[in-house]
T-cell receptor, first 110, second 114 residues
Framework: QKEVEQNSGPLSVPEGAIASLNCTYS??????FFWYRQYSGKSPELIMF????GDKEDGRFTAQLNKASQYVSLLIRDSQPSDSATYLC??????????FGAGTTVTVRA | EAQVTQNPRYLITVTGKKLTVTCSQN?????MSWYRQDPGLGLRQIYY???????DKGDVPEGYKVSRKEKRNFPLILESPSPNQTSLYFC?????????????FGDGTRLSIL
């Protein structure tokens, strides 16, 4: 079983809709969870991090964490064409080691 | 400007010819790491360093070497490159303090080994 798994894409949503991305992880001891956005040919950039159960909102982005079920999700509200990218879920496994999912590619249709 | 700088950005070379990819950060970060990114596999960690002279293997260290003689620099060395090391490589750095510290990534180095 992979340490971090993301729902396979690609995910296509119309402009203005909500994009929902899911991520599950295997290590119950994981404490910190990150969402990175990566445009084609570019480096990953941090969007959100979350470490407490529940929701965390930042602008149009909401991260949700459920440690009991071992999943973390990212919602993108009012999706814009500029949100078209690959979204990487990363989980802090131990110390400062991050384990990344394979990514979900999102396309926002104008 | 706070940044992680990798060089070169692109390199095409041949099997067996030693190469070094440099990584430098100006944020006084203790932690530095190298990843490779391949289609469908996401980012996989090659080596990481918690501080000067402290390095450790990641998930895919075979065929790579690193050193950390200075805090700001963390070069990746391919002593005898092979075609299966063709990939997109990223260097990243972060503070050490708590596990919530995000990693900052360089712009990437695309290596092609023929």
């Amino acid at each position: 079983q992979k340490e971090v798994e993301q729902n396979s894409g690609p995910l296509s949503v119309p402009e203005g809709a909500i994009a929902s991305l899911n991520c599950t992880y295997s290590d119950r001891g994981s404490q910190s969870f990150f969402w990175y956005r990566q445009y084609s040919g570019k480096s990953p950039e941090l969007i959100m991090f979350i470490y407490s159960n529940g929701d965390k909102e930042d602008g149009r982005f909401t991260a949700q964490l459920n440690k009991a079920s071992q999943y973390v999700s990212l919602l993108i509200r009012d999706s814009q064409p500029s949100d078209s990218a690959t979204y990487l879920c990363a989980v802090n496994i131990y110390d400062y080691k991050l384990s990344f999912g394979a990514g979900t590619t999102v396309t926002v249709r104008a | 400007e706070a940044q992680v700088t990798q060089n070169p950005r692109y390199l095409i070379t041949v099997t067996g010819k030693k190469l070094t990819v440099t990584c430098s950060q100006n944020m006084n970060h203790e932690y530095m790491s190298w990843y490779r990114q391949d289609p469908g596999l996401g980012l996989r960690q090659i080596y990481y360093s918690m501080n000067v002279e402290v390095t450790d293997k990641g998930d895919v260290p075979e065929g790579y070497k690193v050193s950390r003689k200075e805090k700001r620099n963390f070069p990746l060395i391919l002593e005898s490159p092979s075609p299966n090391q063709t990939s997109l490589y990223f260097c990243a750095s972060s503070l050490v303090g708590d596990s919530n510290q995000p990693q900052h990534f360089g712009d990437g180095t695309r290596l092609s080994i023929l």
